[in-house]
């Protein structure tokens, strides 16, 4: 059943477009700097992240494993990975966990990518054993655990029970021996959900917000009954602007839909460490090939590397030190908050 839910989820998101619901980053906007004072070459996009460099502040986010397609597509989003320096994450591995045989869909990002950022992934509702299991599997750097509620009830195979899960979190934080990733799947933490998770000992937030893949919509497809609330969920530029605003120490990777290097810019300048893609890129490798999406991920990269030069930003601190004006819906949700939009724009 996992195989056959796999698959499905590969073709149908790949033919389903994102939303219905915007991520919320059409209602933000950075200010053109006409006297820069850099060159090109000036500008570093390097950054920490678990404990190792990354070139660019990018992860190729969780998708997939545990079949022979899974294991074509993790193999050639890793080379890219190893290639440009960006982290990646698998999809679940609880597959792979019960049926040992399917391990090298997972295994072939490591082995692409030995000195690489990996990330392990697994529900928040799976064991202690399994969370360790996923880590030891591909010599992980981080564990992320996804919390995907309104899927699994959308999901006519899903779980139904969730009493009990922070504990549940708690006692994976503790156990495992890499830093655990608290990681939404397109419908956005809340403010009070971060400070619930932070109080379990989650500092590394990815906040998967809405306006991408819509697993709602995926799982409609698949014979769910829960099409009518496909807009469930907080658009990414919203959970990103509710999750920074906490004031907890944390280091937050903004997901959601995210598509261009213009929004990656004004995720980072809104406080993300981060910026997590994965829709999009399955979507150009499967439709296009490797060799396509190689040249889409180098002209991105060029891009987001422009829009610094264009803030007047050599680095990811000073980008985010640059006004970024909120308008539009994300900025009445924020003040409806009490968060103070003002803040980003007076800086």
């Known amino acids: 059943m996992r195989d056959q839910r796999k698959t499905d989820h590969i073709h149908i998101a790949v033919k389903t477009p994102d939303g219905p619901c915007s991520n919320g980053l059409q209602d933000m906007f950075l200010i053109n700097q006409s006297v820069p004072e850099l060159d090109l070459e000036d500008i570093d996009l390097t950054c920490d992240f678990l404990g190792k460099n990354l070139e660019y502040p990018l992860i190729i986010n969780a998708i997939t494993g545990g079949n022979e397609q899974a294991y074509r597509i993790n193999q050639g989003l890793s080379l890219l990975a190893a290639k ?47 969370a360790l299991a996923a880590v030891d599997m591909i010599d992980a750097d981080g564990l992320q655990l996804h919390f995907n509620i309104p899927q699994e009830l ?18 994976i934080a503790s156990a495992c021996r890499v830093p655990v990733i ?28 809405s306006g991408g893949s819509n697993f709602i919509a995926i799982e409609a497809q698949r014979g769910g009954n ?6 469930w969920g907080i658009p990414t530029a919203i959970s990103l602007g509710e999750t920074v605003s906490t004031g907890l120490d944390l280091q937050v990777i903004a997901s959601g839909g995210i598509r261009t290097a213009l929004e990656t810019a004004k995720c980072i ?11 999009t890129l399955l979507k150009i490798l499967l439709q296009n090939g490797l060799h396509s999406l190689d040249e889409w991920l180098d002209k991105f990269l060029f891009k987001l590397k422009a829009i610094l030069l264009m803030t007047g930003s050599k680095n990811i601190d000073e980008l985010q030190k640059c006004p970024l004006i909120i308008t539009g819906n994300t900025a009445a949700w924020l003040k409806a908050r009490g968060i103070d939009v003002s803040k980003w724009s007076l800086r």
């Open 154 to 171: 959308a999901m006519t195979e899903g779980d139904r029970r969730f009493r009990g899960l922070l504990e549940n979190v708690q006692n």
């Open 226 to 231: 829960f099409s009518d609330v496909n807009e």
């Open 269 to 279: 300048a809104m406080g993300a460490d981060l910026v997590g893609m994965a829709g």
């Open 84 to 130: 440009y320096g960006l982290a990646m994450a698998v999809g679940s591995q609880t597959i792979a966990i019960r049926d040992p045989g399917l391990r090298d869909s997972f295994r072939v990002v490591r082995d692409n990518n030995p000195e690489g950022i990996i990330m392990a992934n697994v529900s928040a509702n799976s064991t202690v054993e399994e």
């Open 182 to 209: 608290a990681k939404e799947v397109g419908f956005g933490f809340s403010r009070e959900s971060v400070f619930i998770l932070s109080g379990a000992g989650i500092k590394t937030f990815d906040i998967g917000g």
